[in-house]
């Protein structure tokens, strides 16, 4: 009780002694804290020092941390011993079985104001769900409500651990999730989509959106972070079409269609030098790109491939790295490019920026895996086949790469092109 109702942010000594103290208890009356065979272990003293200990490991300051890292791997060894009515074969199950306390001190640490404790708090959710913890209970479920209300509001140094936390119980707890969303949809009579006009109550959505909206922020680092959260979290939800909800405002970040980027950029946040937040953003179009629906490919398709070339060559490496992934899963789900872009296209993939690029091994290999579907795909053979050529000559310059990844690939589809 010393030790949870102290101030952290002013009582470090007061915090340390007790951390301290509970340590020397633990390992040195450890008989003390057991249950008895009649005593379920909620009611030993271990039942209450545990859950607080997996919390508290992950403490900024150092000699407390080490304290209940001490605390926890004893209390542990302890409960495999001696908890009589389930057996404790590993870290995870003791998660599991204290889930209810560890979150409980949890949820008070992410409404609290210290800005310490919601850390320790994130921290303390993504190994719960590392650990697997999280995914058979209504807990995730939960803890990503309260983490999304710790996420809202002003901008703090080490803000990103909550999105980190976010991403980590998203993905954990996505069956709960699935079901939870198909209920939400259900009580509105909407059959799988988004069309109920109340996306934003949907529980994958309210995830999604609130990182989505980090990217607005001032702060470099969570809006590249937050890009990147976001990414995952997509990639992971597949099945998903959100491709409408996010891609709009994001394309035009890319350069892509006919919206003004340049006030794009600054409707949204966007820093359009941060080559860095430019290059996470177009990865996550690839990642929304794998959630459209067939008329959706229809209507996007052509944006993206026609204005590939024009953005291709202004952008730094990292950047043409993703564009060159945007282009093949873009190509890879359509079964025809139109006439009067493919020689762009290809003119842009061969260039100097992307095949011929003699710094960035990531950009031949990425512009060769655009070519070698483009020769492969039965319904793009017949477009491709009067730069076949052109394509061969360039991937003849690469043959012999020094990225035996690269020269291997470009080996391959000089013997495709040559056999047909």
């Not at 008329?295 to 953005?311: M, T």
Request: hydrophobic share 45%; glycine share 6%; aromatic share 8%.
């Amino acid at each position: 009780e010393t030790f949870r109702d102290s101030n952290e942010d002013l009582d470090c000594a007061q915090r340390a002694a007790s951390a301290k103290l509970l340590k020397d208890i633990s390992l040195n009356a450890s008989e003390k804290m057991k249950p008895t065979e009649k005593m379920d272990w909620q009611m030993s003293n271990w039942g209450i020092v545990l859950p607080l200990a997996f919390v508290s490991k992950f403490d900024a300051n150092v000699e407390i941390k080490n304290c209940f890292v001490g605390v926890w791997e004893e209390g542990l060894s302890q409960l495999q011993q001696n908890c009589f009515k389930i057996s404790i074969k590993s870290q995870s199950d003791a998660c599991r079985l204290m889930i209810s306390p560890i979150s409980d001190i949890i949820l008070q640490s992410l409404k609290g104001i210290s800005r310490g404790g919601r850390i320790r708090a994130s921290e303390a959710v993504k190994e719960l769900a590392d650990l697997s913890a999280l995914a058979s209970n209504n807990v995730g479920i939960v803890l990503i409500n309260e983490i999304i209300g710790a996420i809202r509001g002003k901008s703090w140094e080490q803000k990103d651990k909550l999105l980190e936390a976010l991403v980590a119980v998203t993905i954990c707890c996505k069956e709960r999730l699935v079901l939870e969303h198909q209920i939400a949809l259900s009580a509105e009579g909407v059959e799988g989509d988004f069309e109920s006009g109340r996306e934003d109550e949907l529980p994958l959505m309210k995830v999604l959106a609130v990182v989505y909206k980090q990217m607005n922020r001032e702060d470099k680092h969570l809006r590249r972070f937050s890009a990147e959260a976001f990414t995952k979290i997509v990639s992971h939800f597949q099945e998903f079409p959100v491709f409408e909800q996010f891609s709009p405002q994001l394309l035009a970040f890319g350069g892509f269609g006919q919206l003004n980027a340049q006030n794009s950029n600054k409707s949204l946040g966007f820093d359009g030098n941060d080559t860095i937040l430019q290059a996470r953003i177009v990865e996550a179009l690839s990642a929304l790109w794998g959630t459209t629906l067939p008329w959706q490919k229809e209507e996007y398709s052509p944006l993206i491939v026609g204005d590939f070339a024009r953005i291709f060559s202004s952008k730094m490496w990292n950047v043409r790295f993703e564009l060159l992934r945007l282009l093949r899963s873009v190509l890879k789900t359509i079964w025809r490019v139109e006439d009067v872009l493919i020689g762009d296209m290809i003119g842009a993939v061969v260039s100097f920026q992307g095949l011929r690029d003699s710094k960035y091994t990531k950009v031949r290999k990425a512009a060769l895996d655009v070519i070698h579907l483009i020769v492969t795909k039965s319904e793009l053979k017949g477009q491709v086949k009067p730069f076949e050529e052109v394509l061969m000559e360039n991937c003849r310059n690469v043959e012999d790469d020094e990225d035996p990844n690269v020269a291997a690939l470009a080996r391959k589809i000089i013997y495709i092109i040559s056999s047909v």
